[in-house]
């Protein structure tokens, strides 16, 4: 039971003060109903475009990364279609200056299987090719539709495969075309390593006309191949690069975006917890409304009539006519008016919370004192107490007196806990902004169902008291934006010893 202490302020007040604190949780409650659903709709909205766009970023970068190193295939493809071209018109002039016009007017007409005209022809044709990364090149006899000449000998005299470009170059059109060694990957058309790449060029062999100069005739067709496979692979690995660097890029941005997310939803967690808890505070403060007020009309009532009562049987205990017997009752009255004056007083300490009065005061100096005053009360129950104090200051800005009232409760609902001798711990750990005070018996525990009331009002598993004491003391320790919470285990349950533990917080400022 907490001691008793004198009351100087209004009853009305009590319904002041109550009617405040509702219309606090109240407002909290408007706030926090009008702004988590539109945030966490928000954060839902956040949540579905993360997902959304890493799947998006993946199926787009494949294209996007195709469509840049198709650009630098087509830029490669010019250059060496470039190169092709100009190797061409110096290979058909060198080899109309070098070689038809020598071997006519010396032999009347080319034979290029004879080796003496064939190791000529390759003389030159090598010579003008050899600064170029040129594979194999072919002349084409347009008229017998056979190879006449070849870099590789045993492809001189085959017949002409009349393709595309063969065609054009008949008709006096250069052309070029890519030959790809393979599919791709999957057959998909995706590049992949190690897959030839060759440039098949057709040029047609110029011949001067008789009356008009340099504008000539077709006389055959050169095909040259270029081998393009070591370009290309440069390329596909580039592609690759590109490829990966986006999926690295856009997987980054995807874990911000889940971080974020994952933060929102953290902020949500929490909100939705202080939701509940001012929800909880709300309806406490609805019944405590209703409760002061009825509890403050009531005290009045009574305190006037029991004071009265009080000092009427002091005075009738106090004649001198009086007979033993009613001294005897006269006493009874007033104790018992005593201990009706102490259950009013409980109740506007539970109606009417006294607001703290914050100073610098010493958390172990007041924890002290509450073991020094129970001292008697130790040795009476057989209570042995672990004192864990640090007994070093612990310096605190709170209500001295308040807190010595609400560890005093916790201390005298642990002793009565252990109906005979146990063990009473006591113990504070600081952290970097606040105390945690831990009170430890090893009494027969609270039952789980009743561990969710224990701070209702008029809730009490004890025979004698008004269930007040542990609601009080919740107050105090809110008053001083602290927390308190209890964990036991009951006698009943064989998963653990049996035991209560309570933990207060306090902040150090």
Avoid at 24 to 37: D, F, G, H, R, V
Avoid at 141 to 167: C, F, H, W
Avoid at 258 to 287: C, D, P, S, Y
Avoid at 319 to 333: C, D, H, P, T, V
Wanted: aromatic share 8%.
């Amino acid at each position: 039971m907490l001691a008793e202490k004198k009351r100087t302020r209004p009853i009305h007040s009590s319904r002041r003060s109550i009617a405040t604190l509702g219309e606090s949780a109240e407002k909290k409650m408007s706030l926090l109903n009008q702004n988590t659903p539109k945030k966490g709709k928000q954060f839902r909205l956040v949540k579905f475009f993360a997902y959304a766009s890493f799947v998006v970023f993946i199926i787009f970068s494949l294209p996007f990364s195709m469509v840049i190193s198709q650009r630098a295939k087509d830029i490669l493809m010019k250059s060496h279609e470039t190169y092709a071209l100009l190797l061409g018109e110096n290979l058909n002039h060198q080899v109309f200056q070098n070689f038809v016009l020598p071997i006519t007017q010396q032999f009347g007409k080319m034979r290029l299987r004879e080796k003496q005209q064939q190791a000529l022809m390759d003389r030159i044709v090598r010579n003008t090719t050899h600064s170029f990364k040129v594979e194999l090149v072919n002349m084409y006899d347009i008229n017998q539709g056979v190879i006449a000449y070849s870099t590789d000998p045993s492809l001189m005299g085959k017949k002409v495969r009349e393709s595309l470009g063969y065609k054009k170059a008949v008709m006096g059109q250069n052309s070029s075309k890519l030959v790809s060694g393979g599919d791709g990957i999957w057959g998909t058309g995706i590049p992949r390593t190690g897959a030839e790449k060759k440039l098949r060029t057709y040029i047609p062999f110029m011949g001067p006309g008789p009356f008009l100069g340099d504008t000539g005739h077709v006389l055959g067709v050169f095909e040259l191949i270029q081998d393009l496979t070591e370009a290309y692979e440069s390329l596909v690995r580039f592609q690759y690069l590109i490829f990966g660097l986006s999926i690295l890029i856009m997987g980054m941005i995807f874990l911000a975006l889940l971080f974020i997310v994952h933060k929102a939803e953290k902020t949500i967690a929490e909100r939705a917890r202080e939701q509940r808890e001012l929800e909880g505070q709300l309806n406490q403060a609805e019944r405590l409304a209703a409760l002061g007020r009825m509890i403050a009309g009531v005290s009045h009532e009574i305190r006037n009539p029991l004071g009265i009562i009080r000092s009427t049987a002091e005075l009738m205990g106090g004649m001198s006519a009086g007979n033993e017997s009613q001294a005897r009752l006269s006493s009874l009255i007033v104790e018992e008016s005593s201990r009706l004056n102490n259950i009013v007083t409980e109740f506007l300490d539970f109606a009417r919370p006294q607001a703290p009065h914050f100073q610098e005061c010493d958390l172990d100096e007041i924890l002290n004192k509450n073991i020094q005053f129970l001292q008697t009360e130790f040795e009476t129950k057989k209570t042995l107490l672990r004192d864990n104090l640090p007994h070093r200051p612990l310096p605190l800005k709170a209500d001295p007196q308040l807190l010595y009232r609400s560890f005093l409760n916790i201390f005298m609902n642990a002793i009565q806990a252990m109906e005979n001798a146990g063990t009473l711990s006591v113990s504070v750990s600081e952290e970097k902004d606040h105390y945690r005070v831990t009170i430890e018996d090893d009494g027969g525990g609270i039952r789980e169902k009743d561990l969710k009331k224990i701070f209702d009002p008029f809730f009490s598993t004890k025979d004698k008291g008004s269930g007040l004491g542990l609601s009080i003391v919740r107050n105090i320790i809110e008053g001083h934006r602290g927390r308190i919470w209890i964990e036991s285990h009951h006698m009943e349950s064989t998963e653990r010893k049996p035991g209560t533990r309570v933990f207060i917080q306090l902040p150090k400022k």
